[in-house]
C-alpha cells in the first residue's frame, strides 16, 4: 500500500513526487512516456533551446551597430535539432536521477485506475495492481486537432505537426504556415522566421498572444511583422489541403501555400483512458475540475497541472502539484491563480503577471495604468540599438498596490518573477520605493516606473 499514487511523470507529478517522498509519504510515480512530460521532452525546454540558437544567430547577422562584425554567420538547422536531443536527453535523466534520489518508485506504464476500496484507491499498470490512498492525477495536456476538414489527414500524412512532431523537424520549410497566434505559435514563428523560414500566421482573433496585454500584443505584432512574418488576422481557417492551408478572410476563400504546417490552437486536457469514470471523478470540457487546494470531488484524490485545465504552465503544475501535496499532510495551502506570471520567449521577450489594461476594466476596478519605456534603465540601452521595450503597471488607485506588470523586452522573463512577489504580496508601490534593485540592470525599469506614477 502506497501513501500516494502520482499518475505522469511531467512538472506537476515529478516535483510532487520528490515533495511527497521527502515528507515521508510512500511515493509510487507511473509514467507511460519519458519522465518530464511535455515540459522536458516536446515543449519548454526543447523550445529554448532552439531559440537559444536563433538568438545567437539574429545577433550575429545585427551585431553591426554594436561594432562587431561576422563574416558568413550561418545556422546549421539539423545541428540544432541534435543539440535540443542531448539537451532533452540530459534534463530527462536529471529527473529520473532525482526519482532515485528521492526513493520515489517509478513503474514505466499507462495507468488506469480501477476502483476505490476500503482504504484507498487501486490502480492497475501493465497488468499489476497498486493501491494508494491518495491519488494526485498528473497526465497533462496535448495539442488540440479540431475536426476542420482535411485537417486529421494532414496531421497523418506528415504535412501539418504539432509541437510533438515540429521539434525533430530536421529540414527548414521555405512556407511554413501556422495555425494560430498563441504562445507556441508564437515562438516557432519567432524560430523559424530566424532562420529563413517564410512564415505565415492564421489567426482568428483581431490580436495575437491571447490574454496579453494589448498594447504590448501590438508591438509584438508590429516588431514581428517587420521581421517579416505575415499574420491572417481575422481569418478562419476553413480545410487543410495537400499543400495548402484554405481560409476566409474579409468574406473571401483564400488559400496559403505551405511546406509544412504548424497546428497550434490550443490544448486538450488528458482525462480519457484513466479511469476517471470509474471513481467517479467529474470533469468539465475534458478537464478534471479542481479547486485551489487542487482537490477533486472524489475525497483523497487531487489533480495538478494541464489536466485541470486551468493555466497550462509548467510553474503552475510545479505550484499545484506542491499544494496537493501539503494538502494531503494536512497543511493548508492554495494556489493564488492571480499571482503566476507568464512568459512567451519571443525576442524580444514578453513577460507578464496579474491584471491586465483590458481585465481591470472588465472587472469595473479602480486602477491607474501607465506604459514607461524600458530606455530608463542605462543598461537596457547600452545593449539595445532602437529598442522599442516597455514596462506597463496597474496600480490600485485607492491602496496603491501593484495589480499587475507587462514587460516587453531583453531579460524580462527573468525580471518577472520579481514583479510577481509584488502582486503576490499584495505590495504597494511605497513598500516598493524600500527594495535595491542592482544598478545597472534592465530591472530598474520597474523601480523608476514606480516612482513616477
Ligand atoms: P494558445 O491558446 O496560446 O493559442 C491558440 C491560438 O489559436 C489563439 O490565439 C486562438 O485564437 C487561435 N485559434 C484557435 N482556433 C483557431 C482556428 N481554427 N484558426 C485560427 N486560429 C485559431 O495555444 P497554443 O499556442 O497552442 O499553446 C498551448 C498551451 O501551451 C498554452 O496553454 C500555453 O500557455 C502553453 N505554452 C506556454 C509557453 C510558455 O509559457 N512560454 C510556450 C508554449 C506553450
Not at 505550484?319 to 493564488?336: P, T
Not at 495589480?403 to 509584488?422: D, K, N, Q, W
Amino acid at each position: 500500500m502506497y501513501d500516494l499514487i502520482i499518475i505522469g511523470g511531467g512538472p506537476a507529478g515529478y516535483n510532487a513526487a520528490e515533495r511527497a517522498s521527502e515528507s515521508g509519504l510512500k511515493t509510487l510515480v507511473i509514467e507511460k512516456r519519458a519522465m518530464g512530460g511535455v515540459c522536458l521532452n516536446e515543449g519548454c525546454i526543447p523550445t529554448k533551446t532552439l531559440l537559444y540558437s536563433a538568438k545567437i544567430y539574429d545577433y550575429a547577422k545585427h551585431s553591426d551597430a554594436y561594432g562587431v562584425t561576422f563574416e558568413g554567420a550561418k545556422i546549421d538547422h539539423a545541428k540544432v535539432i541534435d543539440r535540443k536531443g542531448k539537451v532533452v536527453k540530459m534534463l530527462v535523466s536529471g529527473v529520473e536521477a532525482k526519482m532515485k534520489k528521492h526513493g520515489v518508485e517509478v513503474v514505466k506504464a499507462a495507468a488506469v485506475i480501477k476502483e476505490k476500496t476500503a482504504d484507498g484507491f487501486t490502480v492497475e499498470a501493465d497488468g499489476k495492481e497498486y493501491q494508494a490512498k491518495n491519488l494526485l492525477i498528473c497526465t497533462g495536456s496535448e495539442a488540440a486537432v479540431p475536426p476542420i476538414p482535411g485537417l486529421r489527414e494532414a496531421v497523418a500524412a506528415g504535412f501539418a505537426k504539432t509541437n510533438r512532431e515540429i521539434l525533430d523537424m530536421k529540414e527548414v520549410p521555405k512556407e511554413l504556415v501556422i495555425i494560430g497566434g498563441g504562445v507556441i505559435g508564437l515562438e516557432m514563428a519567432s524560430y523559424f522566421n530566424s532562420i529563413g523560414s517564410h512564415v505565415r500566421v492564421i489567426e482568428m482573433l483581431d490580436h495575437i498572444a491571447g490574454p496579453t496585454d494589448g498594447e504590448i500584443s501590438a508591438l509584438l505584432l508590429k516588431t514581428y511583422k517587420k521581421k517579416g512574418i505575415e499574420f491572417l488576422l481575422k481569418a478562419k481557417v476553413t480545410s487543410v489541403g495537400k499543400d495548402c492551408v484554405n481560409y476566409e478572410l474579409d468574406g473571401k476563400e483564400q488559400s496559403a501555400k505551405a511546406d509544412v504546417v504548424l497546428v497550434s490552437i490550443g490544448r486538450r486536457a488528458n482525462s480519457a483512458g484513466i479511469g476517471l469514470e470509474n471513481i467517479g471523478v467529474i470533469t468539465e470540457r475534458g478537464a478534471i475540475v479542481t479547486s485551489d487546494t487542487c482537490a477533486t470531488n472524489v475525497p483523497g484524490v487531487y489533480a495538478a497541472g494541464d489536466v485541470n485545465g486551468k493555466i497550462m504552465l509548467a510553474h503552475t503544475a510545479y505550484r499545484e502539484g506542491e499544494v496537493a501535496i501539503n494538502n494531503i499532510l494536512g497543511k493548508k495551502d492554495r494556489v493564488n491563480y492571480n499571482s503566476i506570471p507568464s512568459v512567451i520567449y519571443t525576442n524580444p521577450e514578453v513577460a507578464s503577471v496579474g491584471e491586465t489594461q483590458e481585465s481591470v476594466k472588465a472587472k469595473g476596478l479602480d486602477a491607474k495604468v501607465e506604459s514607461f519605456t524600458m530606455n530608463y534603465s542605462g543598461r537596457y540601452i547600452a545593449e539595445n540599438e532602437g529598442g522599442d521595450g516597455i514596462v506597463k503597471l496597474i496600480i490600485d488607485k485607492k491602496h496603491r498596490t501593484i495589480l499587475g506588470v507587462h514587460m516587453f523586452g531583453t531579460y524580462a522573463s527573468e525580471i518577472i518573477y520579481g514583479a510577481a512577489m509584488m502582486v503576490e504580496k499584495e505590495m504597494r508601490v511605497e513598500d516598493v520605493h524600500k527594495l535595491v534593485f542592482p544598478h545597472p540592470t534592465v530591472s530598474e525599469v520597474i523601480r523608476e516606473a514606480l516612482h513616477m506614477i
